[in-house]
């Protein structure tokens, strides 16, 4: 058991405050430019517990009424392996985390071959959690003030505006979705 301690703003365009989204990412020179036209498509995944990595894109795909249906499945172990994979075609799509896009696009190249085709629906962020029984609360001030400290190029190189807390019922009402496709 453990207790939500805060979780970070990263500011992100179209998120509320402590939100983040995923970004269906596919290959810029990939001709489709609907998500319908991906029926079928490979998707490379960082990890069947992620949120951003699938859950996200599972959630999109039945909450849009797309009627696409994913085809293989390829797990990576990271956002970044799942950009190169469907980079070098060996896979269609990807959903990785904007915050991960955004460092990626800042910092290295990884996002010049790759283009967004769709976002999903932003979801709490994730958060910063200690053990049961821990002062979440005096962890939370502790982090908040630390992150003041910090000198704006710090603050910017990490993309943390603040963080705040979110209820536990925003994390418990995002849907945890089967292991494969099919389910």
């Given at each position: 058991?453990?207790?939500?301690?805060?979780?970070?703003?990263?500011?992100?365009?179209?998120?509320?405050?402590?939100?983040?989204?995923?970004?269906?990412?596919?290959?810029?020179?990939?001709?489709?430019?609907?998500?319908?036209?991906?029926?079928?498509?490979?998707?490379?995944?960082?990890?069947?517990?992620?949120?951003?990595?699938?859950?996200?894109?599972?959630?999109?795909?039945?909450?849009?009424?797309?009627?696409?249906?994913?085809?293989?499945?390829?797990?990576?172990?990271?956002?970044?392996?799942?950009?190169?994979?469907?980079?070098?075609?060996?896979?269609d799509?990807?959903?990785?985390?904007?915050?991960?896009?955004s460092?990626?696009?800042?910092?290295?190249?990884?996002?010049?071959?790759?283009?967004?085709?769709?976002?999903?629906?932003p979801?709490?962020?994730?958060?910063?959690?200690?053990?049961?029984?821990?002062?979440?609360?005096?962890?939370?001030?502790?982090?908040?003030?630390?992150?003041?400290?910090?000198?704006?190029?710090?603050?910017?190189?990490?993309?943390?505006?603040?963080?705040?807390?979110?209820?536990?019922?925003?994390?418990?009402?995002?849907?945890?979705?089967?292991?494969?496709?099919?389910?």
């Open positions: 058991k453990v207790h939500l301690v805060g979780t970070p703003d990263f500011a992100l365009p179209q998120c509320p405050p402590g939100y983040y989204r995923s970004h269906l990412v596919v290959r810029a020179d990939d001709g489709r430019e609907t998500l319908a036209a991906f029926d079928g498509a490979a998707l490379a995944r960082n990890d069947v517990r992620s949120q951003s990595g699938w859950a996200a894109v599972r959630e999109h795909l039945c909450n849009q009424s797309t009627g696409v249906s994913l085809g293989r499945i390829l797990d990576t172990g990271s956002h970044y392996a799942s950009m190169l994979a469907v980079a070098d075609g060996r896979a799509i990807a959903a990785v985390d904007a915050v991960t896009w460092l990626l696009q800042r910092d290295t190249h990884a996002t010049t071959p790759l283009r967004i085709l769709a976002s999903t629906t979801t709490p962020g994730l958060p910063y959690i200690t053990a049961a029984g821990a002062h979440a609360d005096a962890l939370l001030c502790a982090m908040q003030k630390a992150l003041t400290t910090l000198s704006e190029e710090d603050r910017a190189c990490l993309m943390i505006r603040r963080i705040l807390r979110i209820e536990a019922d925003a994390y418990m009402a995002v849907p945890i979705p089967p292991a494969t496709p099919g389910n």
